[in-house]
């Protein structure tokens, strides 16, 4: 164990990874961490020296705000090998920008960018043994911040920590999903935190997600609160539509996630003359583009997930079934973005960022 | 230090009590926290038996689900001490039902009636003596729930934590409050968790609630997403107005807290023949009330709060001042409140709770 400063970053390193303990082919997501992890505290009402640490057990009082008033934001991000061993973000400066934007409409006090940039670089550099090559492997990337203050006033904390942890991943969906249209349950209201990655919206969408589960679905696509009439996203990934050889999306709004996947289909269908609209897309529309045979695709955009086509959807008791494309977008889209992603195509947008 | 099973509770007690370290005249809410507390660990599909041990930091990993997704919900309620120096609850079982309505709809499993109010029994005898006596002073009680489990895949926890930490308190809000009505934030949707004791419902309050802050306003009272015309509740408190001799107030809805002090404040106007109508308030209807007078008061009713009165709200730029009545049914209503609570007067419904 070996205890540094470099770069304002207080290091202490693990004496003998952990990596040979993994089992590689075989890890479900989000359940294996690397050696280290990154963590910064705010108190005194500033961000303190950051560290990086073996990855371990946090200690917090049983009254920490985030326990009680859900005071916490996350991102999600992947770092890809390619071929010659270099390590690949995509996007991250996106990613820094979200969760700050996510923390200010929680209250939470915004981290610095060197900070997060330095950290995820260093904590990267450090764990590169456990970003594997191939289709698929990845790094998945979690930085997230807590309100830590032990006070059970309902009141933004004075104290928080900010942390980055690292977890190997292989895809996250296996095979093409089926899913339901919203008809009751509501994920976000106008004015509320819906664009935000904040912990509560994901609580929020487990009961009727498993209402859904049991009824065969494995994701919902949200729909608006006030009618249920406007597809919206699915909560853990933004929905696009092809309509004959035209792309649909919903618009961001204060209820939908600006997600970074989102606006890279978006970007790559310009790029590649796809006709795309952003505008609202309503339920009856997209039924009646299933009927008559119109509606050619359906899919999910997310970090987690990449691209996930969707193969059947339900509404009102109507079942539609989507028949498999030969040459699809969503297979399309999720070649352009993992060849950009793992380093094997140009990069004309500068979305790769070398670790 | 002695450990003994007692009511199938593995009891654990401090050596040494910390209260002759506690200032009791100058304790801020929710900061001080009594010598034990409770604990129940769901696993391997069931709730475990419950501990109660002394006070002490939680141990979880990074990865526990609660840092990221928010699948936590709580209750409030508060140990009152008598003249006899005996302690009594406020409907502890409405508190238990509600907490498990509210864990329901987070995916959380419910927790075993028996558990709780034994457990809440134990611990409150235990810890009798941070009870202390005279108008205002009370135990506050913090159940909560919180997903344990260390795994950052988007879906339920496999595993949880049940606990219940006591805080010794004064008065909870000084003074009467100023509070805006919303015109663009929300609260909660139709179809969202609303009705829910959940964490992220009050993470979200927060920043609006410093914008109000920061104009002079102690609160927000929240008004529907939808169209914001019609009133709604406090976020910690749900809110009365008194028009002429008539109260009124919201009813409860998928984004309206059932709140226990609320019903009580029903009850109570009922048995003293006040008028009471549960119905939708216009925002119009109240500014027209209070330019005409026929608006007499308005107060906000909440386990921390008891009753709140406001003395002045905003609304598009538009500031109405309620003059303080000498009779005040928010005075009344505190007093019978506060009377049923300390064992000082008849307890016709049975609301009170012998510890």
Known sequence: MS????????????EKSRINDVDFDNIDFGREFTDHMFSCDFVDGEWQTPK??????????????????????FEGMKAFKDDQDEVWLFRPEDNFNRINISAARLAIPEFPKDYFL???KTLIQLDKAWVKKGDGNALYIRPFVIATEPAISAAPANEYKFMIICSPVKAYYKGRLSVLFAEKF?????????????????AAQFYPTNLANKKGFQQIIWT??????????AGTMNIFFRINNTLVTAPTSDRILDGITRKS?????????????????????????????SLKEIFGSGTAAVISPISAFEHAGDV????DLEDSYSTFFKRKLMDIQYNKSDDQHGWRYKV
Chains 1, 2 share one sequence.
Do not use: C, W
């Open 3 to 14: 205890r540094i400063l470099t770069n304002e970053i207080d290091l202490e390193t693990v």
């Open 52 to 73: 990086i640490m073996p990855y371990q057990a946090l200690t917090l009082d049983p009254s920490a705000r985030v326990f009680h008033y859900g005071q916490a934001v």
């Open 118 to 120: 330095n950290g995820l």
């Open 186 to 202: 509501s994920r976000s209201a106008d004015g509320g935190v819906g664009f935000a990655k904040a912990a509560g919206n994901y």
């Open 224 to 233: 608006d609160a006030n009618t249920h009439e406007y597809l919206e996203e």
């Open 265 to 293: 289909v978006i970007q790559l269908a310009k790029d590649n003359n796809i006709d795309v609209e952003i505008r609202r897309v309503s339920v009856k529309e997209i039924k009646e583009a299933a009927m008559d045979g």
């Open 320 to 323: 539609f079934e989507i028949p």
